[in-house]
């Protein structure tokens, strides 16, 4: 037994002519919280499936807990499902949804019945176990879903989206105790959303998805910090753009980008892939972390603009501006809305300051 | 509905045969009734014998299209094949098709091959009149049916039949149902296929109906009428309250 709950070695799958997963090489650690988050039709649902064993790849395998399961059906495969439609029975109360799994592995009934008042216990519904899917909340219902599932002590916890159809306030309260549920449990939960937010909140490790291929892996720290593209940085989050190409000279390497910015770049702030002397590349940088000065103001560094404010949205806890460089390039700056920041109003006249460490290059999408 | 009214009025007639407007008012076709299921002197014999085994017919032909149906509607909601669309009229043909056409082509296999016993003839003609009512009801539950709940199943270690079992089936009972009492029903009152189909010995009712009518038009008739029409008036009331009527007939 190796130390993977999962692994999927080249799955492919594709529907009629389309390709919705292609090639996808993928390791779960045991006991980790790893999410698939792609936009829509990006094959992380699909890829779920197979997993599932509800979706039969056209090509690969999947082993779980070392056990060749491609080929196993789904009853077989003792692995726990979470529906976003939660697919509660709605013909059986909030007791016998969760004993089901049970009742199926022919648990004794003492044994049967202290794991299921565990299990309602665990999600704080045991008040609620008499009643029918139909008499519970939205989040009441999920948590069953969730009870459900893990009743079964599955090798795996799949979650197709489960929080999708929760209220905002909700999802956000569900996140924190799914995470929390995970962790004392120690048991490996595969998450599928499209919310960037959800998966940076309840993830060890996030696998970016697009177009059937996986863009990019790692912690949310990573994949928000180091996006391995384009398409990362841009999914994860808002982020500017700034086009350019990197020369590298005895100092190390150089962004050279329109107009006339030239910044020293660190070597760990560049993509393995953005290495290379004159490869067309995208210098990355967070709203956040672009600070907005006066114009006059002495600047000296190289990581400053001008620029003209030509719209300010302000939120609540933040105000978004949108900057017109001087070369012509639009970008987005956020500052926290704190006493001492100063404001600022359409048509001021600024100075932008990137903040060095903030930087990164990634490799140009290819057009 | 005047018809209905006419019958109705014929019902409670005082005269020995059928008059409109009746004349009198009186409950003595119904104590008629009463001595026919008795089977006293005087009356044509046989009735109960018949409502028996049109009951009977009933069950079995119900008990049968049901499972037929079942089984035909859950294939044409679950899985895509080639002919699909065939095989779906295949099954929905029999309530387009002229029942005469049904009663002569069963009479002319029956009498060439000399299959089975006139119960079973009976039954198999009125297992194909049933089926599709079956295969729309059932249709119609598992239309509004999430599948997803059959993949939860099976997630939880349910194999394809417990999953049958326990969740679909419950779940599409009330069309389950539905078809259940339609087929009945259907078997129950059905002239044209019976009537080429019968025997002196397997005389369902409306056979014995029709011998008298061949007779005379007895106001006994109007009585067994309105016995049937409130039976079938039983039976709308139990079928909405367990399926929408409307969706059955594709109203929408």
Not at chain 1, 6 to 22: S, Y
Not at chain 2, 117 to 132: A, S, Y
Request: glycine letters at 8%.
């Amino acid at each position: 037994m190796d130390d993977f709950a999962v692994r999927a070695e080249r799955i492919t799958k594709r529907f009629d002519q389309a390709v919705a997963v292609g090639d996808l090489s993928l390791d779960v650690h045991r006991g980790e919280f790893l999410s698939f988050l792609g936009p829509s039709g990006c094959g992380k649902t699909t890829t779920l499936r197979m997993i599932a064993g509800f979706v039969e790849p056209d090509a690969g395998t999947i082993v779980v807990m070392g056990e060749d399961m491609t080929d196993r059906p789904p009853h077989l495969r003792n692995l726990g499902m979470v529906f976003q439609s939660y697919a509660l029975f709605p013909h059986m109360t909030a007791y016998d949804n969760v004993a089901f799994g049970l009742k199926m592995r022919k648990v004794s009934s003492s044994e049967l019945k202290r794991r299921v008042l565990a299990a309602l216990d665990l999600v704080q519904l045991s008040a609620m176990q008499h009643r029918y899917p139909r008499q519970l909340s939205g989040g009441q219902q999920q948590r069953v879903a969730l009870a459900r599932a893990i009743v079964i002590e599955p090798y795996v916890l799949l979650l197709d989206e489960p929080l999708s159809n929760l209220d905002a306030k909700l999802r956000k309260a569900m996140q924190t105790e799914l995470r929390d549920l995970q962790q004392r449990l120690g048991i490996t939960a595969i998450y599928v959303t499209h919310d960037q937010e959800e998966a940076m909140t309840v993830s060890d490790r996030i696998v970016v998805m697009n177009r059937g291929q996986i863009m990019q892996v790692g912690s949310p720290t990573e994949v928000y910090r180091k996006p391995a593209n384009e398409f990362v940085a841009g999914f994860i989050g808002q982020v500017n753009f700034i086009a350019g190409r990197l020369e590298s000279s005895a100092k190390g390497m150089t962004f050279i980008g329109n107009p006339g910015l030239v910044i020293p770049i660190p070597d760990e702030a560049i993509h393995a892939a953005a290495r290379g002397s004159g490869v067309a590349v995208e210098l990355a940088i967070r709203p956040e972390a672009i600070a907005i000065e006066p114009r006059g103001h002495a600047v000296t560094s190289a990581e400053a603009l001008h620029g003209l404010v030509t719209r300010a949205v302000y939120t609540g806890a933040s105000t978004t501006y949108h900057i017109l460089l001087d070369g012509g390039q639009s970008i987005q700056a956020v500052e926290q809305d704190r006493p001492e920041v100063r404001r600022w109003d359409e048509g001021d006249l600024v100075t932008v300051v990137l903040t060095p460490r903030a930087l990164y290059i990634v490799p140009a999408t290819e057009q | 509905m005047s018809p209905i009214f006419i019958i109705l009025l014929t019902s409670f007639t005082s005269t020995e045969s059928v008059e409109f407007p009746p004349r009198g008012f009186s409950l003595m076709w119904y104590g008629r009734l009463i001595d026919h299921l008795e089977g006293s002197s005087g009356t044509k014999p046989g009735l109960s014998s018949s409502i028996l085994m049109s009951a009977q017919i009933g069950l079995v032909v119900a008990i049968l299209a049901v499972v037929v149906g079942v089984l035909v509607a859950y294939a044409l909601h679950k899985y895509a094949f080639p002919g699909k669309e065939v095989f779906r009229n295949l099954f929905l043909l029999p309530l387009m098709f002229p029942q005469l056409v049904i009663g002569v082509g069963l009479l002319l296999v029956f009498s060439e091959f000399r299959w089975f016993g006139f119960f079973e003839r009976l039954v198999i003609g009125h297992v194909i009149l049933t089926i599709p009512f079956v295969v729309i009801t059932v249709g119609a539950s598992l239309e509004v049916y999430e599948r997803q709940l059959e993949e939860a199943a099976m997630g939880l270690g349910a194999s394809a039949f417990k999953t049958f079992l326990l969740v679909t089936l419950p779940l599409i009972r009330p069309g389950v149902i539905a078809g259940a009492i339609f087929a009945f029903v259907t078997s129950f009152t059905q002239f044209t296929v019976t009537f080429f189909l019968y025997s002196g010995s397997i005389k369902p009712l409306p056979m014995w109906i029709y011998e008298i009518v061949v007779m005379s038009l007895d106001p006994l008739l109007a009585v067994l009428s309105i016995l049937l029409i409130v039976l079938a008036i039983v039976v709308v009331a139990v079928l909405s309250k367990l399926v929408d009527v409307r969706r059955i007939f594709g109203a929408r």
